[in-house]
Structures are given as structure tokens and as C-alpha cells.
């Protein structure tokens, strides 16, 4: 079946913008997480998601990150008045019993 | 909170050399350890894992051992390949299903 997707792959912005990041998981998938990744870094975790709501937003740095699952399964990640600090591919993953994660391709956002 | 410790951050072998990729975390609560492949500009890929009921698993060319006492697990890669070259990650998950990641390590195999 197809595997989680995420869309736009690359998003360029300036500072101060409002950007929209989403994820598609697998289907029937319903613990969703949000990562960053940095160049040569492991992902940061940002959001973990167990059907609509959020079980975890720990990872979230500051209150300019949101993240919502209405529906359960797709998700957006919001990031309000972006800062250069913020470039880095947002990464998305899913699991069907909390244990292993399948990745998304990315975003890659760069704020100039 | 949790933190996870990776070592080599890099690493060269010569091809049909073995590998091993070490790691350590700090909250003996953590019960499940997967290691990711990462290639240059792709997603990170699962390679293998072990939860902390069982000391060791492999698969094909790759194993993993997992110390409980010692808190450390690691990654073994025998007969490698060119392939096998990428950026690996251990990670560790806090129950909850968040993963804390290593800061990877860099595996060049050499023809």
C-alpha cells in the first residue's frame, strides 16, 4: 500500500510568514508524529498525535508551532511567523501500535 | 528526560568488513530500541529494532544486542556492502511512542 506522503516537498518563505505543512499517513494508521530534522542532526521530535487528539506536544519549541488531526488521519503542521531558526525538513511519521514509525519523504523549509 | 548517545559519529570499513554502531540512553524506562538508515536527501528507513524483553535479534546481515544493566545497544553489520554506506540513527521510545534519536553515525564502505 502506499506509504505516508507529505506535501509541499519543498516550501520557501520569507520571515514572518505563515506556513502549512501536511501529512498523509498509512491508512489505518492512528498514531501520527511530527519531526524535525537539521542537517546532520536526528530528528527532533515535535508531536505525537493518537487518533485526533494530541497525546504529546512536549517537542513543540515555542507557542509560533500547532499542529492539528481533525479527522484522525491527515495532518497539518502550522508555524506562524516564521523565523530563519526554523529551516529544517519536517519530517511525519505513522504507526499502527505505537512501536515502529514509518517516515514521510519530508518537507523541506526554508525561511530566507 | 530522555537522551540518546551515538558512537562513531563517523565510520569507515573496508567492503566485506564488519560494522558496529554504538549507542547509550540514559532512562532505563525505554522498552523499545529501532535503528533507522538514512540515505543522502531520503526519509529514514527501519532497518531492524528490539523491544527490552529480548537481548538480541538479527536479521539476514544485521544484528542488534540490547544491555538492559548497562543501559547501551548496538547495531551490527557483517559482510558489508557498498550499499550499506548511508547515515544511521538508533533511537530509543519512551513508552509513549516518541522517539529519541542518536546523532547518527556516517557508514562508508569502501570497494
Known amino acids: 500500500g502506499a506509504g505516508v506522503s507529505q506535501t509541499p516537498s519543498n516550501k520557501v518563505t520569507e520571515k514572518g510568514k505563515y506556513v502549512e505543512l501536511r501529512c498523509d499517513p498509512i491508512s489505518g494508521h492512528t498514531a501520527l508524529y511530527w519531526y524535525r530534522q537539521s542537517l546532520g542532526q536526528g530528528p527532533e521530535f515535535l508531536i505525537y498525535f493518537q487518533g485526533t487528539g494530541a497525546a504529546d506536544d512536549s517537542g513543540l519549541p515555542n507557542d509560533r508551532f500547532f499542529a492539528v488531526r481533525p479527522e484522525g488521519s491527515v495532518s497539518t503542521l502550522k508555524i506562524q511567523r516564521t523565523e530563519r531558526g526554523d529551516s529544517a525538513v519536517y519530517l511525519c511519521?505513522?504507526?499502527?501500535?505505537?512501536?515502529?514509525?514509518?517516515f514521510g519523504p519530508g518537507t523541506r523549509l526554508t525561511v530566507l | 528526560g530522555e537522551n540518546v548517545e551515538q558512537h562513531p559519529s563517523t565510520l569507515s570499513v573496508q567492503e566485506g568488513d564488519s560494522a558496529v554502531i554504538k549507542c547509550t540512553y540514559s532512562?532505563?524506562?525505554?522498552?523499545?530500541f529501532p535503528w533507522y538508515k538514512q540515505e543522502l536527501g531520503k526519509r529514514p528507513q527501519l532497518i531492524i529494532d528490539?523491544?527490552?524483553?529480548?537481548g538480541e535479534k538479527k536479521d539476514q546481515r544485521i544484528a542488534v544486542t540490547l544491555n538492559k544493566t548497562a543501559k547501551h545497544f548496538s547495531l551490527h553489520i557483517t559482510e558489508t556492502q557498498p550499499e550499506d554506506s548511508a547515515v544511521y540513527f538508533c533511537a530509543a521510545s519512551l513508552n509513549s511512542g516518541k522517539l529519541i534519536f542518536g546523532q547518527g553515525t556516517t557508514l562508508q564502505v569502501k570497494p
Open positions: 528490539i523491544r527490552s524483553n529480548v
Open positions: 532512562d532505563s524506562a525505554s522498552n523499545y
Open positions: 511519521a505513522s504507526s499502527l501500535n505505537r512501536d515502529e514509525q514509518f
